[in-house]
């Protein structure tokens, strides 16, 4: 009897101390999570399938006016848990603000599943052309104003976020159009900067090219304009803006979405002079054109907008006028459109 008591009693002992064990090892685990950071515990509860936890303790994280690595690693739990839980809907939401503040940001965290990264991916396609656009209507912008400096990183940034978009397979007919004008503003940007460092010389031959153009062709060069055409994104000096209220009509620029740019039917470039054409590729002298295609895709309107060269300039008005187009579409109405086109030697 005395060996069988003894036997219960060691088994009870035993079962005391594990319980025990255990106690400890939970009190110094939660002692570790105390004493980790925020981020770290909702990491490791994440990790543990406690996502409301999870949510819970990053909802107690003050984001805003942390380092940026913070508060991105932060959503990205957030979007985590929200996805998760099967509340996508909020997790796609939280996905577009972390797109919409870095467009080609990657999922650098350990717990980023190939159901996460599809979503975000899914995410990423969706809003990207509208991010082309704004960061391209703010380049224009920019540059209207002369502030190459500032235009720049925005169109290299466009010109980055357009060639996801092509990874990304999205469909957008305005999307080809817009990487001819990024590279073709990124060029004139360029351009403006080895004008300004180019020899006297050569400015002086390019004046002499197109006085003997201009006797030539019986063109008189034009005096150059007081200011730059507006650009087409302008709501100020837009060059449609004076056809909107006069026909309450709307004129449609690349910059627009869910508008279908018009297709090229005949775009004649008249030729440039062989000397005159050697000197401009040397000075890297690039131009702009405006062109104003109505519903019936007839150019109604051209301005330059830069200058590639002023005789020249005038042989591409004349010839625009005969240029024709299949008219932009919204909606699969056809539409007036403002056209920009890169003039080069």
């Excluded at 080895?194 to 002499?208: E, G, H, I, S």
């Excluded at 008189?220 to 909107?244: D, G, I, L, M, N």
């Excluded at 309450?248 to 004649?268: E, F, K």
């Excluded at 054109?289 to 830069?306: F, H, K, S």
């Amino acid at each position: 009897m005395n060996v069988a008591r003894d036997k219960v009693m060691n088994r009870k002992s035993q079962v005391l101390q594990t319980l025990i064990v255990t106690a400890v090892v939970a009190i110094a685990s939660a002692v570790l999570r105390s004493a980790q950071d925020p981020l770290s515990a909702a990491k490791d509860l994440y990790a543990s399938a406690a996502y409301e936890d999870a949510l819970s303790t990053l909802s107690r994280i003050n984001a805003d006016g942390a380092a940026p690595d913070l508060s991105r690693q932060v959503d990205e739990y957030r979007a985590f848990c929200l996805y998760a839980l099967g509340r996508t809907h909020e997790a796609e939401t939280v996905a577009e603000t972390l797109i919409r503040r870095q467009p080609l940001a990657r999922l650098d965290a350990a717990d980023a599943s190939p159901r996460l990264e599809s979503m975000f991916s899914d995410v990423r396609r969706r809003l990207l052309p509208s991010l082309i656009r704004d960061e391209f209507r703010a380049a224009r912008l920019s540059i209207d104003d002369k502030a190459y400096n500032a235009a720049e990183p925005r169109l290299t940034d466009a010109r980055q976020m357009i060639q996801e978009a092509q990874r990304l397979g999205v469909k957008d007919d305005g999307l080809p159009d817009l990487s001819v004008l990024v590279d073709g503003f990124l060029g004139l940007i360029q351009s403006a900067a080895d004008q300004r460092t180019a020899q006297p010389a050569a400015a002086a031959l390019v004046a002499t090219a197109a006085a003997g153009l201009a006797e030539r062709s019986n063109v008189a060069s034009p005096a150059a304009p007081s200011r730059p055409v507006a650009a087409a994104t302008s709501p100020e000096s837009h060059p449609s803006a004076a056809a909107r209220a006069a026909d309450a009509g709307l004129t449609y620029t690349i910059d627009d979405d869910g508008v279908t740019p018009p297709l090229t039917i005949q775009q004649r470039m008249p030729a440039m002079p062989m000397q005159l054409q050697t000197i401009a590729r040397a000075v890297h002298a690039r131009g702009l054109l405006d062109i104003v295609i109505d519903e019936n895709g007839r150019v109604t309107d051209a301005r330059i907008r830069q200058s590639l060269n002023a005789a020249f300039d005038s042989l591409v008005l004349r010839s625009a006028r005969a240029w024709k187009y299949q008219p932009a579409t919204k909606d699969g109405v056809p539409v007036r459109f403002v056209k920009t086109i890169l003039l080069v030697p």
